[in-house]
């Protein structure tokens, strides 16, 4: 089983419409999970971080449930620039450190 | 502006060549990664160092190694490259001791073998 799995996709909404991602993970002990943003032939940056109370960041909401392990990442009132790959992420202790691990991304495609 | 930096966008190689990655990073962070990522397999772990010539291995270390010899270049290496080895390849790096810390990638090298 991968450490981090989501819906590859590709989702393909209109316009205004709202989305949810969804990922789930395997290690109980992981310690902070996130959301990166791929756009075509570009390196990931950071989203937004998941907070276990869950948080908001303008049209994007994100939450965290420990007990499911499962994340999610709610888009609503989508944008043509909303196009891109998003990344699920979990860091876990790599034994000196914390590594990141990525699922391997789902791709949203809004269309006019 | 923090800046993380590949030494090529683009390489081509022979199959059987030692192929040298290097990457280098201005905001002073512990860790540096390598990652690889193919279409369907999103970005998986080479390799990992979280000091000066530490490293560790990740979940695919096979036919690679890596040196760190200063704290902003984190360097990989292809032993002897193999076409299974054509990927780009993204450098990143985070600090090592703060919670939920956001990791900065390079642009990656799109690495051919031929």
């Known amino acids: 089983r991968k450490e981090v799995e989501q819906d590859p996709g590709p989702f393909n909404v209109p316009e205004g419409a709202t989305v949810a991602f969804n990922c789930t993970y395997s290690?109980?002990?992981?310690?902070?999970f996130f959301w990166y943003r791929q756009d075509c032939r570009k390196e990931p940056k950071l989203l937004m971080s998941v907070y276990s109370s869950g948080n908001e960041d303008g049209r994007f909401t994100a939450q965290l449930n420990r007990a499911s392990q499962y994340i999610s990442l709610l888009i609503r009132d989508s944008k043509l620039s909303d196009s891109a790959t998003y990344l699920c992420v979990v860091n876990g202790w790599g034994g000196a450190t914390n590594k990141l691990i990525f699922g391997t991304g789902t791709l949203l495609a809004v269309q006019p | 502006d923090v800046k993380v930096t590949q030494s090529s966008r683009y390489l081509v190689k022979r199959t059987g060549e030692k192929v040298f990655l290097e990457c280098v990073q201005d905001?002073?962070?512990?860790?540096m990664f390598w990652y690889r990522q193919d279409p369907g397999l999103g970005l998986r772990l080479i390799y990992f160092?979280?000091?000066?010539?530490?490293?560790e291995k990740g979940d695919i270390p096979e036919g690679y190694s890596v040196s760190r010899e200063k704290k902003e270049r984190f360097s990989l290496i292809l032993e002897s490259a193999s076409t299974n080895q054509t990927s780009m390849y993204l450098c990143a790096s985070s600090f090592r001791w703060r919670e939920n810390t956001e990791a900065f990638f390079g642009q990656g090298t799109r690495l051919t073998v031929v």
């Open positions: 290690n109980s002990a992981s310690q902070s």
């Open positions: 905001m002073d962070h512990e860790n």
């Open positions: 160092s979280y000091d000066v010539k530490m490293k």
